[in-house]
Nanobody, 115 residues
Framework: VQLQASGGGLVQPGGSLRLSCAVS????????MGWYRQASGNKRELVAI???????NYADSVKGRFTISRDSGKTSVYLQMNSLKPEDTAVYYC??????????WGQGTQVTVSS
């Protein structure tokens, strides 16, 4: 199973970015996908997750600003990030947990919010 994340970059405060993650090598129809992030010197933390039924959960710090979604084939997950703040700066990791299998992580994509 491989996860390929993309979409990170440098953006000014108040700007937007969209992260994408595509999963290959797994056909599990029941799964959870999502995004975690790790800022320098901090522990990895949950940003948002979504299950195969479309139910999403968000960290309090991103509620109302970030939106997680997934495609109908359930092999890709997206994170629309609006109203970005400097404290959103981190490496963002895609996460995939198929039912009855171990979790998988993407390689990480850097998001930097700075003027």
């Amino acid at each position: 199973v491989q996860l390929q994340a993309s979409g990170g970059g440098l953006v000014q405060p108040g700007g937007s970015l969209r992260l994408s993650c595509a999963v290959s090598g797994s056909s599990a129809s029941i799964n959870v996908m999502g995004w975690y992030r790790q800022a320098s010197g901090n522990k990895r933390e949950l940003v948002a997750i979504i299950n195969s039924a479309g139910r999403a959960n968000y960290a309090d710090s991103v509620k109302g600003r970030f939106t997680i979604s997934r495609d109908s084939g359930k092999t890709s997950v997206y994170l629309q990030m609006n109203s970005l703040k400097p404290e959103d700066t981190a490496v963002y990791y895609c996460y995939y947990l198929p039912l009855g299998a171990p979790e998988y992580w993407g390689q990480g994509t850097q998001v930097t919010v700075s003027s």
